[in-house]
């Protein structure tokens, strides 16, 4: 990370800021980190003057579009209570995993009325994947990040960015999760078959 561009830090703080917003438990998140704090990489800073420790709301102001983005996802945490099951039992019960090639990473979370599936693709390569059979709405994706759905209905495949999260809901088919684990399996098969799983 250090040899790398400010773009793309700021893609990958991004990213891991947005996993900690809609991961289970309380996030944490550090006052300024939505629009990239920095303190001139002073690690240990409680003895440094305001210079360092202060918030630069100028900072703020210029990346508008990151904190608004990350508002977004916040609202999407609050909406949506599969983000914030409250049992280990319950996460155990309502969260799959959703079989993607590494280094992408896949859940997907039942829970009444919805389904979500949460897709993470951390590398610097563009990948298409096939979604689970539905109409699934985007919440969030590499620009975008709300609770109301944008756009139209996804079926088939999607293209993952680069550096990116990708959050789809769609109305929920099954109360069965296993069931609907193992039709997943099934589809991958299936894809893998016809040389399409990517």
């Known amino acids: 990370m250090k040899d790398e561009n400010i773009e793309v830090k700021k893609k990958y703080h991004r990213l891991a800021t947005g996993l900690v917003i809609l991961s289970q438990g309380i996030p944490f998140l550090h006052s300024g980190q939505e629009f990239f704090r920095t303190k001139q990489g002073n690690g240990n800073s409680y003895r440094a003057p305001d210079t360092v420790n202060q918030l630069d709301w100028i900072r703020k102001s210029e990346n508008e579009e990151n904190?608004?983005?990350?508002?977004?996802?916040?609202?999407?945490?609050?909406?949506?209570?599969?983000?914030?099951?409250?049992?280990?039992?319950?996460?155990?019960?309502?969260?799959?995993?959703?079989?993607?090639?590494?280094?992408?990473?896949?859940?997907?979370?039942?829970?009444?009325?919805?389904?979500?599936?949460?897709?993470?693709?951390?590398?610097?390569?563009?990948?298409?994947?096939?979604?689970?059979?539905?109409?699934?709405?985007?919440?969030?994706?590499?620009?975008y990040a709300d609770k109301v759905p944008k756009g139209s209905f996804y079926e088939g495949e999607s293209v993952i960015e680069p550096i990116s999260l990708h959050v789809f809901v769609t109305s929920s088919s099954t109360s069965n999760p296993a069931a609907a684990l193992a039709s997943l399996f099934l589809q991958k098969d299936d894809l893998t078959k016809k040389g399409k799983w990517r």
């Open 67 to 143: 904190v608004n983005y990350l508002t977004g996802l916040i609202q999407i945490r609050k909406e949506y209570r599969c983000f914030r099951y409250r049992t280990a039992a319950e996460i155990r019960a309502k969260i799959r995993q959703f079989p993607l090639p590494a280094p992408m990473m896949g859940l997907i979370y039942y829970s009444e009325g919805y389904d979500i599936l949460l897709v993470v693709n951390p590398s610097k390569k563009q990948y298409s994947i096939s979604l689970p059979k539905g109409k699934w709405s985007l919440l969030a994706n590499q620009h």
